[in-house]
Each structure stands twice: as C-alpha cells, then as structure tokens.
C-alpha cells in the first residue's frame, strides 16, 4: 500500500503483546499483498479482472466487500467500492487493516495502542491510565500546522480524505468526476477505523453537504477545512476536539 | 325561477330520518396533527443529543425547519380545493385554517433559518454575517431555497391583515400563488441538506410522498377538475335580472348540470369571460336549486366587480370551479329549522328555504335588511313560504335608521320553541356574531349553528 | 368560530410551539455520545509509553521508558509506489528541531514535485506534533506522507 504503519502501544511489555504486534505487522502484509491495487497479482486485482471470483478469495475479501457494500447502503451510495469502472476498496481497506491489526494487539493485553496507518488511526485504551490519546488534525493548507486536535480513549478512530498532497484522489461516484464543491480535507471521528475511512470517503466525494449529513449519523463526528481555508465540525464535534488550533 | 320539482320532491321526503353528517374536520386535524407528530419522531429518532448553546440552537432551527416543510406541504394541501375540504369542512373554515397555518409557516420559518445560522456561526465561531453567506452561497441548493424563504415571507406580510385591505384583491390574489414558487423552490434543500433527509430512505420517500400528492392534489383539483367542469357543462350566460336596487340575478344555462352535484347552500367561484371581468373568479352562492340545464345566483353590487355584473350580456361563457362549501341541508340534526339572513346572505339560505326537507310549520327564515326595498327575491320567498307552509319575517331598519337587532328574547317571542332547532346562518359580519350570541343565548348549541363566511 | 378570538389563539399556538420545540431539545441527552470518550481534560504532560514499529521493521519492544534524546536518528528506508524514503531527524532533549530527506524517489516530475513540498511539510508538522504533545498526525492521504512516515519511525527509534 506505500504506506508506513506506525505504532504507540502502551503496556508492560508481556510477551503475548509483543508476539500480538508482530502477528498485526504480518496482517498488514498479508492485506497489502491481497488488497493492493498496485499488485497486478494480488487477490484484488484478479479479482477485478475476472480471474478468480470470491469463493476462491480469502475470506478477508469478501469480509471487505461485504464492509464495502455495507457502507455504500449506509452513505447512500457516496461510498463506492467501484471506481473508475474498476473495483477499488482502498477507501476502506486500510482502515480496515489498521484497526484489525490495533485490536489484535489490544485484546492480547495492551493498555493502550495507536495504529496510525498513513494518516488514518486507530486508537484503543488509553496511553496512560486516565489520559486520553491526542491526536493531531493536519492543516491542508498550511504545511506543518494543525488543524485542530482531537482527543480520545477507549475506542477512537480518526480517518481524514482529502485533496492534499497527491490531488484530488476520491470521486464523487454519482458523477465520476471529483467533488465540485470538495473540501481541502475531511476528517471523520467514529469508534472503528473501517467505518470512519468509509465515511470520510463519502463525506469528501459529498462536498458541502457532508456537514449535515455526518451530522445526522449516530456515532460519528466530522471536521473539515474548506477550499478557502475555513473550517466546519459537525455539532457535537467539539466535545471531541479539545484545542482548537485555527 | 320555478320551484316545481324541488318542491314535489320535497314534500315527498318531509319527515326524513334525521342524522347529521359529520364533520370531517376533527378527522382530518387529526391527520394534519398526526403527521407533525411524526415529522417530530423523524427528528427525535435521528438526533442522538444535544450539546452546547450551538447544539440548541441548531437543534432547534432544524425542528423548526421540519415543521416548516411540513407545513408548507399542508398549506398547499389546503388551498387544492378538494372536495372532502370545500364541502365536508366548509371553505370558509378551511380558508381560516390555511391562513392560521400560513402564519405559523412563517414564524417557523423565522425561527428556522435565524436558529440554525446562530448555531453555524458559533459552532464556526465566525460571525453572523458570514455564515449566512457562506451557507446562502456556498451550500447546495440554498440559492433557491432563500428566495423561496424571501418569497414566503414576502407573501406572509402581504396577507396579514393590515396589509391585505390596502391590496387590490387581484393584486393580493396572483402574488398569493407565488406561494406554490417558494414552496417548489424550498423543497430542494430540504432533502439536499435537511440532516434527518441524508441517508434516510424512509423519510425521503415519505417527503417526496407528501410533497407529490399535495402537488397531485392542487393539479387534480385546481386545473384538470375545472377543465374537465367546464368542457363538460359549457355554462353561459342566460339573462340578468334587477332584483332590488343594487342586487342582479344571473342565470346561467349550462348542459348535464345534474352531473355538477351542486347542492342549495353552497357557491361556485365564476369567472365571466368578459372584460376585465376575466381576471377574477369570485365565489356566489346558488340562489335558487340547481336545475338539469340551468343555474341561478344572486350578487349585490358591492364594489366595482359586482356591479359590472349587471352589465353581462346574455351569452357571455362563464368558467366555474365547484361547487364549494359546507352549508348544506347535510349539516341539520333537527326537524325544525331557523334560517337567518343578512342582506345578500340570503343567497344560499333562500336555496336552502326552498329544497330543506320539511313539514309546514318546520321552517322560519328570519330576513333582515336595511329598507324594505333591500330585500331581494322576497317575493319569491313569500311564495315558497305559501307553498310549503313555512314562514318568512323581514326585519328592517327603523325610520330613524336603527338596525332591528336579534335577541334571544326576540327569537323566543317568534318561535317558543327555538331551542329546538337548526340555524343556518348567512350575512356580514356583524349579524353572523350578533344573531349567534342571540341562538346561544336562546338555548341553541353551537353544534347545530351553521355558517359560512365569505370574508375570507 | 365566530365566539373565539384569533389572536388568542396565534399566541397559544406559538407557545405551544415554543414549549414543543424546547422540551423536545430538553429531553434530550446533553452530553456527547459516541465517539466523544473518556477524557476531556487535556494532558499536562506527553504521553511517555510508547513503542512503534514501521511495517517495514521489525516491531520494537513495547512499554521501555523514553529517553530525552539529542542527537540525530535516522529513519528507515521506506519504499513507495514512487520510490525509496528515508529522513533522518535532529533532536534537542527529545524534542524534534529539524528533519532531513536523505532519500526521496526522483524517477519521475510529479513525484519530486510532491516530494518536494511534502517533506517539507511534514518536517514542520512533526515539530508541531511535538510541540502540542500530540501521539499521532491525522492527515489527508498520506500515501505520498508514507515516505515521512520514516520520519515517523525515527520518532519511534528516538522513542517519542
């Protein structure tokens, strides 16, 4: 997938936790090589061209369609696993993996771990008994600020889409074309990374819309930062956020 | 005017088993308060809490704004002209419930739109100003879905009370169907950005549902039910006839008016392809039982519109919408019958006066007028009483120019019994009050007080 | 209808409406649910347990208390669908005062079109990271940011 996982694990250091991290590491492996749009040979891409249908897939396959499809139902159809004509999860899979791989080292004991999977994290526990984790938003438009700062334990999942960087790589899937009124960047607060990657994904092909829309579903929180450098948060997103940076 | 066959028919069923129709009113308030009550759920399942100043302030604007939807959807509803409504409820009644919910629509949506910028600008911590241009300019459909709010408003203070005698009728008329521009124009962002909307199938469908059929209904009931009336029963101007000074009798002959199912006491809205006269559509109660082949109604001339009447040439094409109205023989509950009018109020009551089911001695029609020569049509009315064995009084004006006014006692002195009658009721407004305190007073239940108004 | 009073009515109906709308408000929670956690004050202190591993190493051991590091650390390489990454990273007493690219992919203009402007970006997010205590940086599609999350790693070896 080209991307770097990065993990905060808090704990006292058991040996199940440690052979739980390197179990999660080789998960990420394992869905890179199945999930990779960039493998001519992975599962997915074989998929997609017919070679092989889904019985004969791994079951985390059809598990991702099967989150593919249940978020397209719940996003109303502004998350598409389809794109361009082919079949592209990547809006879900990596949050997908990445919480996978946070909860197999949460349950082998850990008090507190941070998967952060290029930018879209998982959080579970806490880092220190009775402090949150902090998660930093950052600003699209002015390189090395946040946008603001997010706060969390327990269960948290932080899934930002947007425009930086590499140009606008999420389509509206009603039209085809990218966003026309996209924010710079979308972020998305929910309890599981699968979910708040599908979301933001959607959020961001919406537009402006979005705002209303996340603020409608039960269990998730958004924040944006506008083409022109303003910013909106869903209604309750606040009691989230703890600083506000901009 | 002959009365032959009304009156055989008459007599045939004079002593009919008695059971008012009911009302659909209270069923259909029900309905109207039913679906607030489930607009509301659609918020109260979709919102799991509110938080902060902003969190009310948002959540408020956004009830608000399902009301106003709601509402909006019902004043249209109210104004089609269904049947169920002009005639089972009464179209003055439903005229006042419109304008009672026009002024609600408008409050909520003051409410709505102040509400839920408030609560953007602070959850944004930008100011008032901004945010409203952000959202007016930035957010999908809400270009239109302001100039329907400008609009609405706009229309709302035209038809308050103040303002609306200061307008010319036509004038007040045609920007009130503006009306159904604004709400066509506010329905766009509801469903684009209404957060109850997003990603809610049911509510969608139940929202394209109510805005449909109150379009279905205006379509139905407004465009193709006239056109169909008209093509089908070709009404045209017959004669006019100087009734008394300043009053003009129009016949009108049209074909298969059977079909129309006019009932005496109620009004059609006439509009007589003539002149400017073209431009408006006035309502006129029957004042004769409709015939097969013709119709007859009875207008005052009270403003220039009226008076232009009795100018018509015969042959004029008329168009008609209706029939209309609630105050119908269906509407009586006892034997015994007070019919009392007012001046050119006697147009539906002398219909009634002529076609009500009863025995000699079971009818009263109580006239009252400002000079004897103002009372139209009483030498019709003299004759039906003698045909029918009813009894007709006049009540005019002293020489000293005193109104005769309507006592309980009065009532009393002329019918013992008063108590136990109907009373039908048709005049401006000052009779209409004082002759219903009167029956109140006399020991008449409201229930079985009938009335129409016409000021609308 | 001709015995009641419209006005009266209107100011019913209105507060009726009012009182509707702010029990309705009223009755429901105020507080945030789901994913509003735990927490809400802010920590006065970085969190300090921590291990991390990028997934092109092996995952380190978790739970050993950080060291205040000075000196520089460098990442590892990371490879991309655009090419190798590496930084390297200066600390003072454990705080990041400057980022290097030692590698960035070069085989095509785009690419070092967005490195270019990435690193950079990421080198002052990393600092502002640090600065405001915070775990980790949620930014949009870090695909390209992959190649910084060497950066992240060498956080990871200097131990946070």
């Known amino acids: 997938m080209g991307t770097v996982f990065s993990f905060d694990i808090a704990c006292d250091g058991g040996p199940r936790v440690r052979s739980a991290i390197e179990a999660a590491v080789a998960s990420l492996h ?16 074989r998929l997609a061209r017919g070679e092989v249908d889904l019985a004969r897939c791994d079951a985390d396959v059809a598990e991702v369609l099967r989150l ?11 998350f598409s696993a389809g794109y361009a004509g082919g079949l592209d999860p990547t809006g879900l899979v990596k949050g997908w993996a990445v919480e996978r791989a946070a909860r197999m080292i949460s349950e082998a004991g850990a008090r507190g771990v941070c998967v952060n999977g290029g930018g879209d994290i998982q959080l579970l526990g806490e880092p220190e008994p009775g402090q949150p984790w902090r998660v930093g938003i950052a600003h699209p438009l002015r390189p090395g600020e946040l946008a603001t700062v997010v706060e969390g334990a327990d269960e948290l999942a932080v899934a930002t889409s947007g425009t930086a960087e590499r140009g606008c790589h999420v389509l509206d899937p009603r039209s085809g074309r990218p966003p026309v009124d996209a924010a710079a960047s979308v972020t998305v607060l929910a309890r599981s990374l699968a979910d708040a990657d599908a979301w933001a994904t959607a959020a961001f092909a919406m537009g402006t819309r979005a705002r209303h829309w996340l603020d409608a579903q039960a269990g998730v929180e958004g924040f944006a930062v506008t083409a022109d450098g303003g910013t909106w948060r ?3 997103f606040d009691r989230v956020s703890a600083v506000r940076c901009s | 005017m002959t009365t032959t066959y009304d009156g055989r028919a008459v007599r045939r069923h004079a002593a009919p088993p008695l059971r008012a129709r009911r009302s659909p009113a209270p069923l259909i308030l029900a309905l109207v308060h039913l679906g607030a009550a489930g607009v509301l759920a659609l918020w109260w399942t979709g919102t799991s809490s509110v938080v902060g100043t902003d969190g009310w302030l948002v959540g408020a604007g956004r009830i608000a704004g399902l009301l106003t939807g709601y509402t909006c959807a019902v004043l249209v509803a109210l104004m089609a002209r269904v049947p169920a409504l002009e005639r089972g409820v009464g179209s003055d009644r439903v005229a006042r419930w419109h304008a009672m919910a026009g ?11 102040g509400c839920v910028l408030l609560g953007y600008a602070m959850q944004d911590h930008s100011s008032l100003v901004h945010e409203t241009l952000n959202v007016v300019l930035h957010y999908p459909d809400m270009l239109k879905g302001t100039l329907g709010a400008v609009i609405l408003v706009a229309v709302g203070l035209l038809s308050a009370r103040a303002v609306r005698r200061r307008v010319a009728y036509e004038t007040w008329y045609y920007l009130h169907l503006l009306t ?28 394209y549902l109510l805005y449909g059929g109150a379009a279905g209904l205006v379509l139905w009931y407004r465009v193709l039910a006239p056109v169909r009336l008209n093509a089908r029963h070709r009404l045209r101007v017959e004669s006019v006839v100087r009734e008394a000074p300043d009053v003009h009798s129009v016949l009108i002959r049209g074909e298969r008016l059977a079909e129309l199912g006019a009932e005496p006491g109620q009004f059609l809205r006439w509009r007589f392809l003539s002149g400017a006269l073209r431009w408006t559509a006035t309502p006129y109660s029957l004042s004769a039982a409709p015939r097969h082949d013709r119709l007859r109604i009875t207008v005052k001339a009270a403003g220039g519109h009226s008076a232009a009447l009795a100018g018509l040439r015969p042959g004029t094409r008329v168009w008609a919408e209706g029939p209309y109205g609630a105050l119908t023989a269906g509407r009586r509950s006892r034997r015994k019958v007070l019919l009392v009018a007012g001046g050119v109020g006697i147009t539906p009551l002398r219909a009634l006066f002529e076609t009500l089911p009863a025995g000699p001695g079971d009818l009263t029609l109580l006239y009252r007028a400002r000079t004897p020569e103002d009372l139209a049509l009483w030498g019709e009315l003299q004759e039906i009483a003698s045909v029918r064995g009813a009894r007709v009084y006049s009540a005019v004006n002293g020489p000293d120019g005193r109104r005769a006014d309507i006592s309980a006692a009065a009532l009393r002195t002329v019918l013992p019994d008063i108590a136990e009658h109907d009373a039908y009721l048709c005049g401006p407004p000052g009779l209409m009050e004082q002759a219903h305190a009167a029956l109140r007073e006399a020991g008449v239940p409201g ?3 009938h009335h129409e108004s016409f000021e609308l | 209808m001709l015995t009641r009073n419209p006005l009266r009515r209107t100011v019913l109906g209105a507060a009726a409406t009012v009182s509707g709308i702010v029990l309705l408000l009223a009755l429901k929670p105020h507080s945030a649910p789901a994913p509003a956690l735990a927490h809400a004050t802010a920590p006065t202190s970085p969190p300090t347990s921590s291990a991390g591993a990028p997934s092109t190493g092996a995952p380190s051991k978790g739970g050993t208390a950080p060291a205040k590091r000075t000196g520089t650390v460098t990442g590892s390489t990371v490879q991309t669908d655009y090419g190798p990454v590496q930084v390297q990273a200066t600390f003072a007493n454990g705080r990041i005062t400057g980022v290097t690219a030692l590698q960035t992919p070069s085989d095509n203009p785009r690419d070092q079109e967005i490195a270019s402007y990435a690193v950079p970006q990421l080198t002052r997010e990393a600092i502002a990271a640090q600065s405001a205590h915070i775990d980790a940086v949620s930014g949009a599609s870090y695909t390209s940011a992959g190649y910084i999350q060497s950066l992240q790693s060498a956080l990871d070896r200097a131990g946070g």
Do not use: K, M
């Open chain 1, 68 to 78: 593919c499809e249940r978020a397209r139902e719940r996003t109303d159809g502004w």
């Open chain 2, 180 to 207: 159904y521009v604004a709400v066509f124009l506010a329905f766009f962002h509801q469903l684009s950005l209404g957060a109850q909307f997003a990603g809610n199938a049911v509510a969608q469908a139940a929202w």
């Open chain 1, 30 to 45: 394992t869905a890179d090589a199945v999930f990779s749009t960039y493998r001519p040979d992975s599962q997915l891409s």
């Open chain 1, 234 to 236: 869903t209604t309750r």
């Open chain 2, 447 to 449: 229930r079985r007080i």
């Open chain 2, 103 to 113: 002024r609600w629509t408008v409050s909520l949506l003051a409410v709505h739109a």
